[in-house]
């Protein structure tokens, strides 16, 4: 193996240097903990384990100490970009800021330290919680109920749609289409298709939004719903939302709503009062939890009184009457869907969002969503000169612009995403929308003030410029980081879609 000292690299200590493997650091007899002599005879627990559970091929663990250890992750942890560190303006993703009080509160004793098989009578506080943050998010969203059970976005989207198959069989109808518009997260078209039933893509208008007499044209009693993202993943606010939620439940159908850009919302629209019956609501972007790794993930869903006999089981019942006082997890919903989670949910993300909520209040709540609409208008206005835009009106809370500008230098949208790390940048999300040709989606939220929207404008005005002096510079980024580009000819093919909306220039 090659001599560690002679790699390359950059640990921003001002010399080159790789981080070695663990395994690299190990040195016989090193120990990084110091255990009390036993109290008990010693088992031998190998031998308790059944055939075959143990594997012979490994030479054994990493012998180091604890200053190598505790260095050795450390170093590496700060080789990754995080919201901590900077401007993260993943579009469709909303990387904001996570406020430390939230996880403050997050890891109080009684909430940190409790367990999910605890009788309801010992987690009373935590039960409150969730049905004060149920009633919170009712309230924001326009819904009558909701369900904290789904561990994320994605598996909301996922009951939800269970609901609305639920809410049609219950009533003996066999209906087999859900409508997802080209301008939809990806997500949506999976989670109907998991629930079994027929994807019909509809085509948003040459203004980027999904016009009424689309959905007229292929709404009938054989379609179960409509999915629709608004803002749409455009970063478009979907005007004509009212009026095609009308349409579809005319002939019976039901309205589910995608609430990953619910930011731009906050406290200026109800997605309940435009017609939606059903919504799913990420904590991990609205209400700030913890995105990703970072996460676990939550994905609470709300729902019109239409579906909440069909929600899934057990859902958080306030004690009323004879009954005492208290919360109650309730199992009784004989049409639900049935438990979606080993216990009731992502717990720590459900103290965190309520955290949130609660310290903004409605109007900081509100100041949000307008902050985050005015600093992804601000990043269109200051970046529309170097890059091409391909819709060409106000967005909400994200802009997407294309590198059609740019295409006589040879320099591509992911060559753009590449340099702007060697600007201290995370990349913003690329080549999505699918429906826009080498699409940059940026989104820069509430969480930046002006000064670091203007350093992130500069950097992307910067790249553009080199592109036209220094294209082989773009082009070959980036030159700071401790792997140089890698060969991503596989990432870039087009991929197999079943449900693939045409591109646009």
């Not at 200053?67 to 901590?84: E, G, I, K, Q, Y």
């Not at 990420?282 to 609470?300: A, M, V, Y």
Request: proline share 7%.
């Amino acid at each position: 193996m090659s001599d560690p000292r002679a790699r390359i690299g950059n640990t921003g200590t001002g010399f080159s240097y790789e981080e070695p493997l663990v395994f690299e650091l190990s040195r016989p007899g090193r120990i990084g903990y110091s255990l009390p002599a036993y109290d008990v005879p010693p088992v031998d627990a190998v031998q308790m384990l059944p055939d075959g559970s143990v594997r012979d091929d490994i030479e054994g663990m990493p012998e180091v100490s604890e200053v190598d250890v505790v260095r050795h992750f450390t170093r590496m942890s700060t080789w990754n970009a995080s919201v901590d560190l900077g401007l993260y303006p993943l579009g469709s993703c909303t990387m904001k800021y996570n406020p430390k009080i939230n996880e403050r509160a997050a890891r109080l004793g009684g909430f940190a330290d409790a367990h999910p098989l605890q009788p309801a009578s010992e987690q009373q506080g935590f039960l409150e919680l969730c049905h004060r943050l149920e009633n919170e998010l009712a309230e924001i969203c326009g819904m009558d109920r909701v369900t904290l059970q789904p561990a994320a976005g994605a598996q909301g989207e996922l009951a939800g749609i269970m609901m609305i198959r639920a809410y049609h069989e219950h009533r003996g109808e066999l209906r087999s289409k859900i409508l997802v518009p080209d301008s939809a997260h990806g997500t949506n078209p999976a989670s109907a298709a998991l629930n079994g039933y027929e994807v019909v893509a509809i085509p948003s208008d040459e203004d980027g939004i999904l016009h009424p007499e689309a959905i007229e044209a292929v709404m009938s009693e054989d379609v179960a719903g409509l999915m629709i993202t608004n803002p749409s993943t455009l970063g478009l606010f979907e005007e004509h939302v009212v009026r095609i939620c009308e349409i579809v439940h005319a002939k019976g159908g039901l309205v589910y709503g995608d609430g990953a850009n619910l930011n731009a919302l906050l406290g200026i629209a109800r997605p309940g009062d435009l017609g939606i019956d059903v919504m799913h609501i990420n904590l991990h972007k609205t209400f700030s939890t913890p995105h990703g790794g970072g996460g676990p993930g939550s994905g609470p869903v709300g729902v019109k009184n239409v579906l909440a006999p069909y929600l899934p089981t057990p859902v958080v019942r306030e004690l009323a009457g004879a009954e005492g006082a208290g919360f109650v997890l309730d199992y009784d919903l004989p049409q639900s869907i049935g438990r979606l989670h080993a216990n009731f949910g992502n717990a720590g993300m459900f103290v965190r969002a309520h955290a949130y909520i609660r310290s903004l209040g409605p109007d900081g709540l509100k100041r949000c969503a307008e902050m985050a609409v005015l600093n992804a208008n601000y990043l269109l206005a200051r970046l529309r000169t170097a890059y091409h835009v391909p819709f060409d009106r106000a967005v909400m809370h994200e802009c997407v612009l294309t590198d059609r500008s740019l295409q006589d230098t040879g320099v591509t949208t992911l060559d753009v995403a590449k340099r702007l790390i060697d600007y201290g940048y995370h990349p913003p999300t690329i080549y999505f929308p699918l429906i826009v040709h080498g699409a940059i989606m940026i989104e820069p939220t509430e969480s930046e003030s002006l000064d670091g929207l203007d350093r992130f404008a500069d950097a992307m005005l910067a790249i553009a410029q080199e592109a036209r002096e220094d294209a082989d510079t773009v082009r070959t980024a980036p030159h700071h980081t401790r792997r140089s580009r890698l060969d991503e000819t596989r990432a870039a093919r087009k991929p197999i879609l079943r449900w693939q909306p045409a591109a646009r220039d």
